[in-house]
């Protein structure tokens, strides 16, 4: 693992400054015009690996700040266009696009912060073979896998980029969660990377507009909102279909409810709740994903420019929530309960869902099977490149 950086916070002076604005005039000048193809939300629709929305977006800038990144493998972008889905160009534009939206959106709830890597993210798009993606404090690494025939590229759906991404933004916001060995901890990690593809996602006009239509202004519905990596889901599904959901890889509409983690099998098929950080992460987003819906209930006008504004602001209250909150066993808990002190400031009649309600008995018992998980990935805790599927492997061995 890259060893840990110290934060750059030093003070600008007005000469730098001077300097700082007149580059930045610059880099607007030399902002590139056009529009680039890109998947909405997912190359896949619902339980099909095909079908998913093709967009167009302003052609992203991925070194401009907030967050500057770098996309190291392709060595080098393909020209700036609409390219058609199923190409390696459109892949990269599709990539760059959700990057730079994710970056966009937590950056303007976290001004001033960089990441924990340094001051440029480095993203390899093509890291090997494998059905799944990881960050793992040098960068983001996606991946390519066959099934049935077909060949998916993780890092194609915006989904798994922008999950991906939430572990970069969360380990800058709270590095310390990182090595935490906690169950709580590492679910939490892996919830905060679904809610980073779900919030990213409602900065498109296209989705928010789309599923207010698929639900009838009740979010709180299974969509293509709440749907989270449908192709990589399908990809996985084809060898064992009980690892994951039925029509994606996990639901943010869900009804698990709070369990003490040290009471749950360390492995489960998807329909069952156990303490796998992925598979426990589900409590908290489901959780989540009830307040977002709850929030826009209370809208008077649920239309599109509501969702947005909901959006921004359950994520602000999120990372007010992140930065409050004590990093102990209980974590779920925590951050519930310092999102509820934050909400009531600015959304009174506001509660956060009671699956994670801090109210809740706590468990006192100390965790069992405690880990060091050394990086984050879409679906296993695992740095290593393994082929074999995750559900049926014993913990794997390079977490000490
Ligand atoms: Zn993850």
New binding site residues.
Partial sequence: MATKRSKRASKTSPARSGRRGKARAAAAEAKPKGVVNAWEQDPGDGAQPSGGQVIQRPVPVLREQPFSIRIVNPASAPEAKPHSPGTADFRYWTAAEALRRGADFWGALLPGTSWEVGSILPVDLDFGIDLNAFYDREGLKFFHGSAAGRTVFSGESPDVVC??LG?AILDSLKPQLFDAASIEVAAFH?SF?DMSAILSALQLPSLREGVLAETGGVLHRASRLSRLAEQLGWAIRQSVPSAVEADCLRNAVNTFFYRDPDTLPTMAPATALSSEPHSFSRVFTGAFFEGLAGMLAMKDTKNEAALLQVSRDIGAILVAGIRAASVVPTFFSQVAATMIGVAATQFSAWQWPRRTRPCAPRPSRQARNRRRYRG???RWPSMASVSLPSWSMPRPSRSA
């Fill in positions: 999950h991906e572990h892996e990377g984050y990935s879409f």
